[in-house]
């Protein structure tokens, strides 16, 4: 897994359009060996934390490995709606899990034909991130003040919550649940 590693992985990218040999290019690593399986979910946020100094990074990011966000990410790519007004299509709801990866998946299909499919499938309007999911739930459960304290503060304290519930019962994460997510969502923008 990188833990961090966007620049390099696009500085290598860059060489690669430019024709410049990859095999000539050398690239500085450090590799953290994880001993402690039972303890990974822990110690690869506290790396990247410590790594990503030179960059903002928000609060946000260093939880998107837990299984709860991959297990909504994973829903979020399968599950589909009868679309609103006229269209025939059905369409997905796009859970960003990671920062930017709603554009990174559409900028990665270059058949013209398969990305105006992907934008009908998984509308810009339908997607959303972590640190929204935490404003619909909170809000739902009647928690303004904490959705007051701002967007990455709000996330802290709903992910804190979060991880307990999947770990006491990761079974009721699922989709029924993510329906729940949607409609929330849908009354929150309203």
Same mark, same amino acid.
């Given at each position: 897994?990188?833990? $961090? +590693?966007?620049?390099?992985?696009?500085?290598? =990218? =860059?060489? @690669?359009?430019? $024709? %410049?040999?990859?095999?000539?290019?050398?690239?500085?690593?450090?590799?953290?060996?994880?001993?402690?399986?039972?303890?990974?979910?822990? %110690?690869?946020?506290? %790396?990247?934390?410590?790594?990503?100094?030179?960059?903002?990074?928000?609060?946000?990011?260093?939880?998107? $490995?837990?299984?709860?966000?991959?297990?909504?990410?994973?829903?979020?790519?399968?599950?589909?709606?009868?679309?609103? +007004?006229?269209? =025939?299509?059905?369409?997905?709801? @796009? =859970?960003?899990?990671?920062? +930017?990866?709603?554009?990174?998946?559409? $900028?990665?299909?270059?058949?013209?034909?398969?990305?105006?499919?992907?934008?009908?499938?998984?509308?810009?309007?339908?997607?959303?991130?972590?640190?929204?999911?935490?404003?619909?739930?909170?809000?739902?459960?009647?928690?303004?003040?904490?959705?007051?304290?701002?967007?990455?503060?709000?996330?802290?304290?709903?992910?804190?919550?979060?991880?307990?519930?999947?770990?006491?019962?990761?079974?009721?994460?699922?989709?029924?649940?993510?329906?729940?997510?949607?409609? !929330? !969502?849908?009354?929150?923008? +309203?």
């Amino acid at each position: 897994q990188i833990v $961090n +590693g966007g620049q390099t992985t696009s500085s290598i =990218y =860059y060489a @690669f359009k430019k $024709n %410049i040999p990859i095999a000539k290019i050398k690239v500085q690593m450090k590799l953290s060996v994880i001993e402690m399986q039972e303890k990974i979910e822990q %110690i690869i946020p506290e %790396i990247s934390r410590c790594a990503n100094t030179q960059n903002k990074v928000d609060s946000a990011d260093f939880s998107s $490995n837990h299984k709860f966000h991959t297990t909504i990410e994973k829903i979020s790519r399968r599950r589909s709606y009868k679309p609103q +007004g006229q269209s =025939y299509t059905n369409t997905k709801w @796009f =859970y960003e899990r990671t920062r +930017g990866s709603y554009n990174d998946t559409r $900028n990665k299909i270059m058949d013209r034909q398969k990305r105006k499919s992907f934008d009908a499938e998984f509308p810009k309007k339908q997607m959303f991130v972590k640190t929204d999911l935490a404003a619909y739930v909170n809000s739902w459960d009647k928690k303004p003040f904490l959705v007051s304290l701002g967007p990455q503060k709000n996330f802290l304290i709903f992910n804190e919550q979060i991880q307990k519930d999947f770990k006491d019962n990761p079974d009721q994460f699922d989709d029924y649940y993510f329906d729940l997510i949607i409609g !929330k !969502k849908i009354l929150y923008d +309203g």
